[in-house]
């Protein structure tokens, strides 16, 4: 069990990442999140995460954990962010497979990752999910949309082309503007419609 002793000025957001392709989006958004020293990090990565950071990064899981401010194991059911009383801006799972979404959208509750969705989800916070799955079957879409309705924003890692990326890292850092945007971080390089556009 854990006790918050600390008080600061800090706001906290919950990262969660779960078993689907796109690690890569998980990790940027927490080194982002060191550039803002009001800004604390609270991180959950899965087993299938784990798996997935290895597979698709150069990043080893140690390197990843040390991004964060506060890493909790997906076991440890008593954490603090697994109570709404501690404090948090919300939470974003990125990338949120189809199996979380489902475990989220149906209250099922088994490990921390899951805990802590519910807990923003109980607590009116922000909860937003990147789901990555293509193509997405009716059960997807029923989970997405019944995660919506309880007012998840989902936010799936779609490409944009106005702003004429030259790179992944461009798309990347347009995924990771957008999701942030939601917690009003500002995004170095990430170009709004209309704002330094190129047409």
């Not at 899965?46 to 990064?57: D, H, R, V």
């Not at 109570?83 to 099922?108: D, H, L, N």
């Not at 009716?138 to 995660?147: A, D, Q, V």
């Amino acid at each position: 069990m854990e006790y918050n002793v600390t008080i600061n000025n800090k706001k906290r957001l919950i990262i969660g990442m779960s078993g689907a392709s796109g690690a890569t989006l998980g990790i940027e958004i927490l080194k982002t999140l060191k550039k803002y020293p009001d800004w604390e990090s609270h991180l959950v990565i899965s087993k299938g995460a784990e798996q997935t950071i290895l597979e698709e990064t150069n990043y080893k899981l140690i390197d990843v954990i040390n991004l964060a401010d506060k890493t909790y194991s997906p076991k440890d059911i008593g954490a603090s962010i697994a109570s709404g009383t501690f404090r948090t801006e919300g939470m974003v799972i990125v990338p949120c497979s189809m199996k979380t979404a489902a475990g989220i959208a149906c209250g099922y509750s088994d490990n921390l990752l899951l805990r802590a969705a519910d807990v923003t989800i109980k607590e009116r916070r922000k909860l937003v999910l990147v789901p990555r799955e293509s193509p997405l079957s009716t059960i997807h879409l029923r989970n997405l949309l019944s995660l919506s309705e309880l007012g998840a924003i989902i936010v799936p890692p779609m490409m944009s082309y106005y702003n004429k990326p030259a790179s992944i890292e461009d798309l990347n850092t347009h995924i990771i503007g957008k999701i942030l945007d939601k917690f009003h971080i500002e995004v170095n390089g990430f170009n709004r419609w209309g704002e330094n556009a190129i047409y």
